[in-house]
């Protein structure tokens, strides 16, 4: 059984805590696209994990698969590493797989990225990780790969390739010389690669090879559909396909081999750095949002921009995934808000959209048309069924459905692992 999680809106959705949920019905979990650039966060017996590259499987006896779409900063995943062992979780290379494969975000990715960020004038809001020089050597097949960094002859050899051309095109920016051969980061990276050695595998294979055996794997999205490198509100966007499809073709899984695709969804939105967001509220309500959900994010503890429910963007996250289910996350958020309000359609140059235009410029002159319903004010933090919510929660969690389309399989109510229901 092959299942595919990926987040609905624009990252943050709640991703980590779904997947943690599941984890126990799966033998696999595999992060098959982005880098450090995610946080997933799980909260378990009231320890709480944040996770940027490590799989959000940690807590069972998954396989933990790294996959060769991903782009990873080496000295983040050792680090990530030691602190679960430091809280009594060992990581050995029987739990952990990394494909040989995968991009090495090296120190002048993340200088770049920095630079580029710094001098725009239109600024994207990056993460400042390296991500989208990462990728941009892969594509220009310029990438070091983990099989490089883990031979040290290997590995000289390909920064001795590329270094003339990376430094001018750091010193072209304004940057600072040396980055690409400064001997303490090509010490660092050699000493973990050789480290990270035994956990080098073909994830491809191993997951066909699962799946073969009727084994149960998941794949773990990060980001979000609306930050996809093609679909999204580009250029406002990260550097990955983060769409459902793009499991398939990064871990080397036949699209038909796919079971389930389940989406993650706040039961409002928010979102971190710059582009459009029709429904963001810059006022009370954006506050109480931030507040009581803690929107703060996890990578780089920047406050995220909070709006109510978006249906058009909602319904684009269905087409552009194909999504089974859903998973609706920090419905106790809204406790206290009255009315609370669901963007059902917009109004985009004088006429009403239920579809959002395919252009980030169009977009941002959109302008929400919104359903209110009731509020409630009971907690839900400790509602362990469906039907002991309050009424109001309970109509707009099947409004929600109805407007979506699909299926709300899960609900959660808090972060804790048991703060979740089934329907
Ligand atoms: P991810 O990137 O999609 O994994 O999401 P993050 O971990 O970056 O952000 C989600 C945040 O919301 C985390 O702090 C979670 O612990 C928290 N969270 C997840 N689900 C719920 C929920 O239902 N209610 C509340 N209040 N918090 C939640
Ligand atoms: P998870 O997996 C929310 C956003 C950044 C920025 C844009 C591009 O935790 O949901 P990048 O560094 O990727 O080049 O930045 O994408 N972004 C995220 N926003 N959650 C994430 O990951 C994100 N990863 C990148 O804020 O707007
Ligand atoms: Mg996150």
Request: charged share 25%; hydrophobic share 35%.
């Amino acid at each position: 059984m092959f299942t595919i999680i990926t987040g609905a809106q624009f990252g943050d959705e709640g991703k980590g805590k779904i997947v943690d949920l599941l984890t126990g019905d799966y033998d696999i979990i595999a992060r098959f696209q982005g880098g450090d650039n995610a946080g997933h966060t799980i909260v378990v017996g009231g320890e709480t994990y944040k996770l940027h590259l490590v799989p959000s499987g940690i807590h069972y006896r998954a396989r933990l698969l790294i996959g060769p779409g991903t782009v990873m900063n080496p000295v983040v995943l050792m680090d990530e590493l030691m602190k679960l062992k430091k809280s009594g979780i060992d990581i050995t290379p029987a739990r952990l797989g990394i494909d040989a494969k995968t991009s090495i975000i090296m120190p002048y990715h993340i200088e770049l990225d920095s630079l580029h960020e710094s001098a725009r004038s239109d600024k994207i809001g990056t993460t400042k990780r390296g991500i989208g020089y990462a990728y941009i050597d892969k594509v220009a097949r310029d990438e070091i790969q983990m099989i490089d960094i883990a031979d040290s002859g290997r590995f000289m050899k390909r920064l001795k390739e590329l270094a003339q051309q990376k430094e001018a095109a750091i010193a072209a920016m304004g940057g600072r010389r040396g980055v690409v051969t400064d001997q303490g980061h090509i010490k660092e990276y050699s000493e973990i690669g050789r480290k990270l050695a035994p956990y080098i595998t073909d994830v491809s294979h191993e997951i066909n090879r699962a799946l073969a055996g009727g084994k149960k794997v998941l794949a773990e999205g990060a980001q979000g559909t609306h930050l996809d490198i093609i679909h999204g509100t580009q250029k406002y966007v990260t550097s990955s396909s983060t769409v459902a499809g793009s499991a398939c073709a990064n871990l080397g899984i036949g699209p038909k081999r796919v079971d389930e695709v389940i989406g993650v969804i706040k039961a409002y939105i928010t979102r971190v750095g710059e582009g459009p967001l029709p429904t963001e509220q810059k006022n009370k309500i954006g506050e109480h949002l931030r507040e009581k959900g803690g929107e703060f994010g996890t990578t780089t503890g920047r406050p995220r921009r909070c709006g109510w429910f978006d249906l058009p963007l909602a319904r684009k996250a269905v087409d552009l995934n194909g999504y089974t289910g859903m998973a609706l996350t920090k419905l106790d958020v809204l406790t206290g808000l009255d009315p609370v309000k669901i963007c059902v359609q917009y109004t985009c140059n004088g006429k009403t959209a239920g579809y959002p235009p395919e252009l980030a410029s169009e977009l941002s002159q959109c302008a929400p048309v919104y359903e209110e319903m009731e509020g409630w004010e009971d907690d839900l933090s400790g509602v362990k069924s469906f039907g002991d919510m309050p009424e109001g929660a309970q109509t707009y969690v099947k409004r929600l459905e109805e407007l979506i389309g699909v299926d709300i399989t899960y609900v959660s109510v808090g972060p804790g692992r048991e703060q979740t229901f089934i329907r």
